[in-house]
Nanobody
Framework: QVQLVESGGGLVQAGGSLRLSCIAS????????MRWYRQAPGKQRELVAA???????NYADSVKGRFTISRDNAKNTVYLQMNSLKPEDTAVYYC???????????????WGQGTQVTASS
């Protein structure tokens, strides 16, 4: 069984910072890509940032220069450092991980439960 647990969300004033964490646990052999998505009320879920096992990253244009994704492979953890938060960043943030479990030969995608981020104006 695999579990993704997110933490670090909360309420912050516009211009402030938050750091999200997502820990993957369970019968994991290997993790490839780790991502952060977000979904605001009434909007579709969108990709915020992604990082490969080798450390290559990509970001949505709306967060470039403000957000930084990183990972700790030894801890099966992905982080999202969010600076200069804007009210339009308000959303539920989800981590998404492609991983291989024991007794499997393929990668599958898993989701966390989501954490609320609110940036007030």
């Amino acid at each position: 069984q695999v579990q993704l647990v997110e933490s670090g969300g909360g309420l912050v004033q516009a211009g402030g910072s938050l750091r999200l964490s997502c820990i993957a646990s369970g019968s994991i052999v290997s993790i490839s890509v780790m991502r952060w998505y977000r979904q605001a009320p009434g909007k579709q879920r969108e990709l915020v940032a992604a990082i490969t096992s080798g450390g290559s990253t990509n970001y949505a244009d709306s967060v470039k220069g403000r957000f930084t994704i990183s990972r700790d492979n030894a801890k099966n953890t992905v982080y999202l450092q969010m600076n200069s938060l804007k009210p339009e960043d308000t959303a539920v943030y989800y981590c998404n991980v492609d991983l291989m479990r024991y007794y499997s030969s393929t990668y599958a995608s898993y989701w966390g439960q989501g954490t609320q981020v609110t940036a007030s104006s």
